[in-house]
Nanobody
Framework: QVQLVESGGGLVEAGGSLKLSCAAS????????MGWHRQAPGKQRELVAS???????IYRDSVKGRFTISRDNAKNTVYLQMNSLKPEDTAVYYC???????????WGQGTQLTVSS
């Protein structure tokens, strides 16, 4: 099993920045992909960004150029730096971890981001 603990959510004004962190523990040898999803009220959970152990990244189009995902393998932690935040970024952000076949095997508890206009 892998445990994921997110931190860093909060309330920020539009145009502001925030950084989320997700620390993994447990059977971390079993994971090589970590990422972030988000879910806004009344909407489906969607992929925001992901990163492999090797540093390969994927971003959804709406966050490209604004969000940056990074990973500290020594600390088993993945980060999401969010800049130029928009009200439509408001959601609960979930950390995920897994492998190439099942990248969302494990989930964190979620952290709320609210962007005010």
């Amino acid at each position: 099993q892998v445990q994921l603990v997110e931190s860093g959510g909060g309330l920020v004004e539009a145009g502001g920045s925030l950084k989320l962190s997700c620390a993994a523990s447990g059977s971390i040898f079993s994971i090589n992909v970590m990422g972030w999803h988000r879910q806004a009220p009344g909407k489906q959970r969607e992929l925001v960004a992901s990163i492999t152990n090797g540093g390969n990244t994927i971003y959804r189009d709406s966050v490209k150029g604004r969000f940056t995902i990074s990973r500290d393998n020594a600390k088993n932690t993945v980060y999401l730096q969010m800049n130029s935040l928009k009200p439509e970024d408001t959601a609960v952000y979930y950390c995920n971890a897994g492998n190439g076949i099942f990248p969302t095997r494990y989930w964190g508890q979620g952290t709320q981001l609210t962007v005010s206009s």
